[in-house]
């Protein structure tokens, strides 16, 4: 079969801190300018393996507002703990995911849980925004605890690895995430020549994140840390491990084809519903601010 060629391939900016708990570099959009390019997925702040200290004070980011979209994270080391002030509290492991749909509007804090800040240790998390089209950006706010024995488990061939399925599908398995628009996004690990075939519909904006290891990605060679973004046509998307404890993220959705005018905790579609998002935000239309 024909395969699916990459558009380019990137590693993210420097890093910088989100409050004071997520040292993340932000892939796109101002890694790479892929807003439009890459929609559903419209932001990816990635926080790499890294060391925490041992921390008496909670590490990372205080009561604030979204609005038009929904912020998905996901934990592979550490643990992540979410308050909002529509109600909903959670924690989440290695393997879990949180799937916030902001809608209409929403404010939440979103930090190391106590005990693993108290600890300190390895901190290895994405977070993802998803947009909304223009008809679901004012849906009611909603909370998803994705946790990782509720996924959808595809386990390969002679020992090669297994696929963890989020969202969408991988060959006719299904995640459970409840999703606005069409995705499929999916984990896949793999041993040491591991091999996989993706096979991503081809008007879907696709692409992949290695979190870990070394791999080849259609006969080209690729590290940790490196997003590949492939052409929108049909074809198969063939990898192999290079090395042991492979770990990739994949991302495939079908594009909302909408203008997107995104300012700060905001993603509207015009620059009046972002000006309205923050009159109402100040107003106090996105609810209580003690939580
Ligand atoms: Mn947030």
Do not use: C
Not at 78 to 90: L, P, Q, R, T, Y
Not at 189 to 207: A, S
Not at 280 to 285: A, E, I, L, P, R
Request: glycine letters at 12%; a negative charge.
């Amino acid at each position: 079969m024909k395969e699916r060629a990459i558009e380019m391939s990137m590693q993210g900016p420097r890093t910088h801190w989100v409050g004071n708990g997520f040292k993340v570099s932000n892939y796109f959009p101002s890694g790479q300018n892929l807003l439009e390019r890459f929609t559903p997925f419209i932001l990816l702040d990635y926080n790499a393996p890294a060391e925490f200290a041992p921390s008496d004070t909670s590490r990372g980011v205080g009561p604030h507002p979204h609005r038009g979209f929904e912020t998905v994270t996901f934990a592979f080391e550490g643990a992540v703990e979410h308050h909002d002030n529509k109600g909903n509290h959670g924690i989440i492991y290695p393997g879990d995911v949180q799937w916030m749909t902001a809608g209409a509007g929403i404010m939440h804090k979103e930090y190391h849980e106590k005990s693993f800040s108290e600890a300190g240790g390895i901190f290895h998390m994405i977070q993802l925004w998803v947009n909304l089209p223009k008809k679901d950006k004012m849906t009611e706010p909603a909370y998803q605890a994705i946790m990782n024995k509720d996924m959808g488990k595809v386990v390969l061939g002679d020992g090669e690895g297994n696929i963890t399925i989020v969202a969408g599908e991988f060959e006719g398995i299904k995640g459970p995430a409840k999703t606005f628009t069409p995705m499929n996004i999916y984990t896949i690990d793999l041993n040491k020549n591991g091999k996989v075939t993706l096979n991503e519909p081809g008007d879907y904006n696709m692409g992949i994140l290695i979190l870990n290891g070394s791999i080849n990605v259609n006969g080209e060679s690729h590290d940790a840390k490196d997003f590949i973004l492939f052409k929108n046509e049909d074809g198969a998307v063939n990898i192999e491990a290079n090395s042991e404890s492979v770990k990739i993220f994949v991302l495939s959705g079908e594009p909302i084809n909408e203008p997107i005018a995104a300012g700060g905790p905001f993603v509207m579609n015009t620059k009046e519903e972002l000006r309205q998002a923050n009159e109402d935000f100040n107003n106090g239309k996105f609810g209580k601010e003690e939580f």
